[in-house]
């Protein structure tokens, strides 16, 4: 049996760990209240309608959500200028042969089930940081398009800052068309996430899994020179 030194490496910093299941809880809150409001069960209720309120709590509850998820949001970007290494923005996008080689290995590894190669990358791999890139741009749009339509409801100075979306995107009929089809989205991106985190988990050996919670990832020496 193959023998290795390994290192713990403390990778995820305590607010990127916060951010991550604060993100995971919000995003999953408000596509269950997502789909309902695009979806409304209509239950047969005897009572007058001034007694029945769940549904406005649904959408309370959306909103509510859409604050978190925004300024959470917000509160990752800003620590991928001030955070460490690990977190910072250059993972995200690939600029360098060695992180588009990786991509390739890792499609590889994830794509032909290919294992027993060690991944250089010690944050995010080159595609799992592409891909989180592309779902943050996916975030910003869902911000956009929810502040935009909520700005019809509110009287609060801040969502009427997006207000301008919907003329652009040819009324609320569609921005809702378009924030509705992007909420499934989340939903295939988060189970492929997690079959990879899984996956990855037990091919690198690293700890990848448990990092999101402790912070911790175990390295091989060898990989400890590159950063
Ligand atoms: C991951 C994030 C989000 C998901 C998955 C999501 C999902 C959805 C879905 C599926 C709908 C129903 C659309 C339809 O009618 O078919 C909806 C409605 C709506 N969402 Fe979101 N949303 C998200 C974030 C936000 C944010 C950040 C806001 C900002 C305030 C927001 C505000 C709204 C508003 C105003 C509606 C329309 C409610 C109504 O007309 O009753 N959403 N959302
Ligand atoms: C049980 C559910 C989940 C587990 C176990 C999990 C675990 C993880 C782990 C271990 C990482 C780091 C992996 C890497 O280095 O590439 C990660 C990153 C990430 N996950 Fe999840 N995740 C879960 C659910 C979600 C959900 C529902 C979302 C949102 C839709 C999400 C969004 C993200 C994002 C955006 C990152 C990048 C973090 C950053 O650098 O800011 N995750 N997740």
């Known amino acids: 049996m193959e023998k290795a ?5 403390y990778v995820w910093q305590l607010p990127v760990r916060i951010y991550h299941w604060v993100n995971a809880l919000s995003v999953s809150a408000l596509a269950v209240t997502g789909y309902i409001i695009g979806s409304p069960p209509a239950f047969m209720i005897s009572s007058e309608a001034y007694d029945s309120y769940w549904f406005g709590t649904v959408r ?28 910072n923005w250059h993972n995200f996008i690939p600029t360098t042969k060695k992180q588009f080689n990786e991509i390739k290995e890792v499609l590889k590894i994830d794509i ?11 944050g995010h791999n080159s595609l799992a940081g592409f891909t989180y890139f ?8 869902q911000s956009v398009t929810g502040f935009g339509m909520y700005a019809a409801m509110s009287n609060s ?11 652009l995107m040819g009324g609320d009929f569609a921005v809702r068309q378009w924030h509705h089809a992007m ?7 988060a189970m492929i996430h997690v079959y990879l985190v899984f996956y990855h988990d037990y091919v690198e050996g690293r700890g990848i899994l448990s990092s999101m919670a402790g ?9 400890l020179n590159d950063f």
């Open 215 to 223: 912070g911790w990832k175990f390295i091989e020496k060898k990989g």
């Open 183 to 189: 909420m499934w989205f989340f939903i295939v991106f």
């Open 5 to 9: 030194i390994i290192r713990r490496v």
């Open 60 to 87: 309370f509850i959306h909103f509510v959500a859409a604050f978190v998820f925004f300024f959470n949001f917000i509160f990752r970007l800003y620590w991928g200028f001030v955070g460490n290494h690990f977190s």
């Open 134 to 141: 592309l779902v943050f741009i996916a975030f910003l749009f």
């Open 157 to 167: 100075w801040f969502p009427h800052l997006f207000a301008w979306i919907v003329p």
């Open 112 to 122: 032909l089930q290919r294992k027993g190669k060690i991944i250089e990358s010690i």
